[in-house]
Nanobody, 123 residues
Framework: QVQLVESGGGSVQAGGSLRLSCAASGRRFSSYTMGWFRQAPGKEREFVAALYWSDGTPYYTDTWKGRFTISRDIAKITVYLQMNNLKPEDTAVYYC????????????????WGQGTQVTVSS
């Protein structure tokens, strides 16, 4: 059974940084994409970044390039999201997801989800 467990969320002031982690288990992820999404209160879940597990190729939309970086640790089967220069509008629950897709930004493409981790950015 696939499990994705996020950690690393918390409260930070604007301009600060956080690194989120997603520990994955339950299957081989060689043909999977691991993604990060976020959902703010009253808003739809939105794509942040993804990474193709087998070769580490990252995928971002233009919105996130420059401030957020996705990476992986193969030995720990863990995906990270480094977030820099955080802004109050980055406040949301951040979710890790996994699916047998490539460069997918649609939440519906991902089969497995973590429980989410809260990020709160104060001004």
């Amino acid at each position: 059974q696939v499990q994705l467990v996020e950690s690393g969320g918390g409260s930070v002031q604007a301009g600060g940084s956080l690194r989120l982690s997603c520990a994955a288990s339950g299957r081989r992820f060689s043909s999977y994409t691991m993604g990060w999404f976020r959902q703010a209160p009253g808003k739809e879940r939105e794509f942040v970044a993804a990474l193709y597990w087998s070769d580490g190729t990252p995928y971002y939309t233009d919105t996130w390039k420059g401030r957020f970086t996705i990476s992986r640790d193969i030995a720990k089967i863990t995906v990270y999201l480094q977030m820099n220069n955080l802004k109050p509008e980055d406040t949301a629950v951040y979710y890790c997801a996994a699916g047998p897709v490539w460069r997918a930004a649609a939440a519906s493409a991902y089969a497995y989800w973590g429980q989410g981790t809260q990020v709160t950015v104060s001004s």
